[in-house]
């Protein structure tokens, strides 16, 4: 293999995962906008509503980078959770805080060693964007980082979602 910068690698196996992008039934449609990281879906950061369509929610990894937050897991999972909030609350008539992600705690697999670390998130709402870079602390490093990460996958996402 042979990185753009020339490095040569020699491997018996290659994976490779393509950055992410935004998926092709979006391209073209009044839900995108263009960012500094290429064209994401256009959403309100607190709410995952489309900005340009009042009945509309993106709540995804195709909307993540718009808002400024990583294309993960995690904070789709809570800009899921916005979402349904926010529509209950019209549906009921009510106003509902839809309590949008306020931190971020990633676990990671490096064989026997697994890391955990977290993000503050503070929400910019007249700018419509959430900082979280420069915001990250690591909690754990350690064999039992392992394990907590595989609990972490077989248990709370399989239960929450």
Not at 14 to 27: C, G, I, Y
């Amino acid at each position: 293999m042979i990185l753009s910068n020339g490095e040569k690698y020699k491997y018996d196996l290659l994976v490779v995962t393509p950055p992410a992008r935004l998926p092709k039934p979006f391209e073209g449609t009044p839900l995108v906008a263009e960012t500094p990281t290429g064209k994401w879906t256009a959403i309100n950061v607190y709410t995952g509503r489309s900005l340009k369509y009042d009945d509309v929610y993106l709540p995804g990894e195709h909307s993540m980078p718009y808002a400024g937050l990583p294309a993960a897991g995690v904070p789709v999972h809570f800009t899921a959770l916005a979402s349904a909030a926010a529509i209950t609350g019209e549906l009921l008539g009510q106003p509902v805080d839809p309590a949008q992600i306020n931190a971020m705690t990633c676990a990671l697999d490096y064989g026997d060693v697994g890391m955990m670390f977290n993000c503050d998130i503070k929400l910019d709402l007249s700018g419509n964007k959430a900082a979280w870079v420069g915001n990250c602390y690591s909690i754990l490093t350690s064999p039992l980082g392992k394990l907590i990460k595989d609990l972490f996958y077989k248990t709370w996402l399989a239960t929450t979602m």
